[in-house]
Nanobody, 126 residues
Framework: QVRLVESGGGLVQAGGSLRLSCAAS????????MAWFRQAPGKEEREFVA?????????TYAESLKGRFTISRDNAKNTVYLQMNTLKPEDTAVYYC??????????????????WGQGTQVTVSS
């Protein structure tokens, strides 16, 4: 059974940093894209943040977040990370980890991902 567990969220002041972790279990994810999405308060849809495929090292980011957010993964730990720097109040959201059931292609739409974590709250105060 695939399980994704996020951690590392919390309350931080604007300009601060947080590192989110997503521990995956249930199978190997080395060939599968692992991604972060977020859902801001009052928003119905989850917004793509970043994704990575381990074996190729391929990463992709939401254009608006490039330079502030960095995705990485530790294959030995089956864990993906999201380093968030220079946080802004508009980054406040529940952050979700997700992975695809099929190998390869990185998608940026929630519907392309099959497995999701429960989410971790990030709140950035002004």
């Amino acid at each position: 059974q695939v399980r994704l567990v996020e951690s590392g969220g919390g309350l931080v002041q604007a300009g601060g940093s947080l590192r989110l972790s997503c521990a995956a279990s249930g199978r190997s994810f080395i060939n599968n894209a692992m991604a972060w999405f977020r859902q801001a308060p009052g928003k119905e849809e989850r917004e793509f943040v970043a994704a990575v495929i381990s074996w190729s090292g391929t990463t992709t980011y939401a254009e608006s977040l490039k330079g502030r957010f960095t995705i990485s993964r530790d294959n030995a730990k089956n864990t993906v990370y999201l380093q968030m720097n220079t946080l802004k109040p508009e980054d406040t959201a529940v952050y979700y980890c997700a992975t695809r059931g099929s190998a390869g292609i990185i998608g940026q739409r929630p519907i392309e991902y099959d497995y999701w974590g429960q989410g971790t709250q990030v709140t950035v105060s002004s």
